[in-house]
């Protein structure tokens, strides 16, 4: 267990919808990173966070958004979901966002879109 | 631009054989090196790292030398044991970066 929870592990939904998936950091942790994981794409970095300040961006489309709340926890929000949204979203943390931090992720939400 | 580009899988294998799983880099300036397995359900979890040149980082019998002269950083391990079956993935920390660049991932089976 990394210490790192996300919810919900599964989610269901149709296109045009929106969603939002939820991570808790581990505790102390102040930095949140989002990834998606596709079967096409791979493995590709969304967004950062630290300390509630958005602190680097990737391949994050403009229907996807995110923030970090003062109590650290995260959301990830996906908005006019398309049939390739359809993916594992990981959630990480680091102590502080530092490159020579590892990074603990979280289990994942699935999400299928139909 | 970075990028990591790792065997293509899925690599089946008999119990107590030898792994190989190779990994090289496209990266500016000095990457730090990483190994993470991501076990059926669940999340991806740190194997080993390397953060320079020679460095050999090493977990649960799995071993991964970085090698500059030939941007390299291939996963081995001497006896694969059937709990080692998983998804192992290569990724890059480029100095300075805090984003993670993961190579496609390599599908590891273990047969009894």
């Known amino acids: 267990d990394s210490g790192v929870t996300q919810t919900p592990k599964h989610l269901i939904t149709a296109t045009g919808q929106r969603v939002t998936l939820r991570c808790s950091p581990r505790s102390g942790d102040l930095s949140v990173y989002w990834y998606q994981q596709s079967l096409d794409q791979g493995l590709q970095f969304l967004i950062q966070y630290y300390n509630g300040e958005e602190r680097a961006k990737g391949n994050i489309l403009e229907r996807f958004s995110a923030q970090q709340f003062p109590d650290l926890h995260s959301e990830l929000n996906l908005s006019s979901l398309e049939l390739g949204d359809s993916a594992l979203y990981f959630c990480a943390s680091s102590l502080s966002g530092a490159s020579e931090n590892e990074q603990f992720f979280g289990p994942g939400t699935r999400l299928t879109v139909l | 631009g970075n990028s990591v580009t790792q065997m293509e899988g899925p690599v089946t294998l008999s119990e107590e054989a030898f792994l190989t799983i190779n990994c090289t880099y496209t990266?500016?300036?000095?990457?730090?090196l990483f190994w993470y397995v991501q076990y059926p359900g669940e999340g991806l979890q740190l194997l080993l790292k390397a953060t320079k040149a020679d460095d050999k980082g090493s977990n649960k019998g799995f071993e991964a030398t970085y090698r500059k002269e030939t941007t390299s950083f291939h996963l081995e391990k001497g006896s694969v044991q059937v709990s080692d079956s998983a998804v192992y993935f290569c990724a890059l920390l480029r100095g300075g970066s805090e984003k993670l660049v993961f190579g496609k991932g390599t599908k590891l089976t273990v047969n009894p």
């Open positions: 990266a500016t300036g000095y990457p730090s």
